[in-house]
């Protein structure tokens, strides 16, 4: 059967997690804001983000972004992500590889290369190519949702989970960092239950990631200040570790992120949104002043640097407004298409 083009795409990736740009292809995303064209795509174009996403074209932790016009008259460029379920509102990874490789492949010219304006669901986002290859951005208003959370093991539904020794519940905060996510201390976790937050204990995350959503879900209604419904969701959880023997890390890391978000979808990096919220956390714990830079490294090991620019207000919440550094890197370009005759045109996903 004759094989009709679909998308390109330019591929990359940040910290080893993978970015899918769409570069042709694409129907036009009407909608006055990005918000806006993020609903118009969720409901007019999600077969093509199947497409792109999943296998046998993608798989279960791919994701992608889709270049749009700015939405607002200072603008440089919009963009929506994607991931294996849905649409996100922000993506810091996301963000570095846009302009790491998107810059040096012609994808958009900003007015100063040195602030480029990027129209995000969650807000106005501003990035900086820096003369060593990486990219810095301030990030949208990150804030601490609410006091800790504790959830009873039971209400986790995992049979046979435990955990470490002198822990009752696992003790969770929800924080904003352009998405919503419950951070987790993980020596709260036992030896087996993805305590080392290394590579071998990606399964364990996965499924104990997905448990800790749902049980905040069903005890925290997500309210962003600005009340747009659109971003009042919980994306994943976060699970943090801090220097140990059983969790080393390199030199000068202060420690290490492993996010599952969406539908049991690991970041290979630090998650430049996840790093955002903690950095509120950090922050109004007294831990992080406005101005020093904190390493926090990801499942692999690789590095994002994040710090305070500065406080603010989200609403009537304490705020800060992070900066968030790392490195991405192209990785190929790809058109892909879909035979008329092809009998899985939506996709699917096997975890």
């Known amino acids: 059967m004759p094989k009709t083009p679909v998308i390109t795409t330019l591929e990359a990736h940040t910290a080893g997690e993978p970015l899918r740009i769409v570069t042709g292809g694409w129907p036009d995303v009407p909608g006055e804001t990005i918000v806006a064209r993020r609903a118009y795509a969720r409901e007019h174009h999600d077969h093509l983000r199947r497409l792109l996403m999943l296998e046998p074209r993608g798989h279960a932790d791919m994701y992608g972004a889709l270049l749009t016009p700015p939405a607002s008259p200072d603008g440089d460029v919009g963009v929506l992500f994607m991931h294996n ?3 996100s509102t ?48 301030i990030n949208v208003p990150s804030f601490v949702l609410g006091p800790e959370l504790a959830l009873p093991v039971d209400a986790l539904d995992l049979p046979g989970f435990v955990l470490a020794e002198g822990h009752d519940a696992l003790r969770c905060t929800v924080a904003f960092g352009g998405a919503f996510y419950a951070y987790v201390d993980a020596d709260q976790l036992a030896v087996g239950s993805g305590r080392g937050l290394a590579p071998a204990d990606h399964g364990a995350l996965v499924e104990l990631g997905r448990a800790i959503k749902a049980a905040v879900c069903a005890r925290v209604a997500m309210r962003h200040p600005s009340g747009d419904p659109e971003l009042e969701f919980l994306y994943g959880a976060i699970f943090t570790g801090t220097p140990g023997a059983h969790r080393p890390l390199g030199d000068g890391v202060h420690s290490r992120h492993v996010c599952v978000f969406a539908d049991g979808e690991v970041d290979r990096s630090p998650t430049g949104t996840g790093v955002s919220g903690r950095a509120a956390l950090l922050h109004a714990a007294g831990e992080l002043p406005v101005g020093e830079w904190r390493t926090i490294d990801s499942i692999l090991g690789t590095p994002f640097d994040v710090r305070v620019l500065e406080t603010t207000r989200a609403g009537d919440r304490p705020a800060v407004v992070p900066e968030v550094r790392g490195f991405a890197h192209a990785t190929g370009k790809a058109e892909f298409w879909l035979d008329a005759d092809d009998p899985l045109p939506r996709g699917f996903m096997l975890r």
């Open 90 to 137: 922000m993506c810091g990874h996301g963000i570095i590889a846009l302009v790491a490789v998107g810059m040096r492949h012609g994808l958009f010219t900003p007015r100063d290369p040195d602030a480029i304006r990027i129209d995000t669901p969650a807000g106005r986002v501003v990035a900086r190519l820096e003369k060593n290859g990486a990219v810095s951005f």
């Open 85 to 87: 379920v849905g649409w």
